[in-house]
């Protein structure tokens, strides 16, 4: 199985984000990962529609849009018309998940679910037809730089195990403190994308040496 890696711009230098964008694709990443918050859902406040649509222009890999927000249904038309490819909506945010997931892709992008470190698993059996995304948050959302929960790993394996028996074609995701000396571990226990953000922008020498350097790490 390919591993796709897909750089967070959390971390990215928001003065040149699409400068920060470029050079993650450069150094070889499969999508950009968009981190939107609400300020209600997690306590931090990032980006809407219209920098998205920047991102957008910045470059022609897949965006991957993560909606930490309350009732995301408001707001995925918007985010689809800015240019996102997928959009993942919080189980734990939604009343009426299966209804956004179908709106998702009535709109032409890719639906996923994420799961916060508390929320089993199981709780998105019920979706996982609906799904072409399943996220397994390995730290708590709302902040880049923290430290991976290493429970996620079963969650993970528990999610392949899910995906695999009833739609084997939906990608699983993790997002949340990865590092070079935890890759290993994550690619063993199932995961397809791999999303990085404090690792790929603040250490080191940059997107252009981390990325290709956290490849080899899922590959050993």
Known sequence: MTIKIAPSILNADFGHLAEAVQRAEAGGADWIHVDVMDGAFVPNLTLGPMVVEGIRRATRLPLDVHLMIEDPRRYVGAFRDAGADSMTIHLEADRHPHRTL????????RAGVALNPGT???????LVESLDLLLVMSVNPGFGGQHFIERALRKLEQARSLVSDRNPTCEVEVDGGVK??????IARAGASVVVAGSFVYLEGDGPEANIPALRRALLA
Do not use: C, F, S
């Not at 179908?102 to 992008?109: N, P, V």
């Not at 089993?120 to 019920?126: E, G, I, Q, R, T």
């Not at 070079?180 to 571990?185: E, G, K, W």
């Open 102 to 109: 179908a709106q998702i892709r009535e709109l032409g992008a």
């Open 180 to 185: 070079l000396d935890n890759a290993p571990a």
């Open 120 to 126: 089993p698993v199981a709780l998105a059996a019920d």
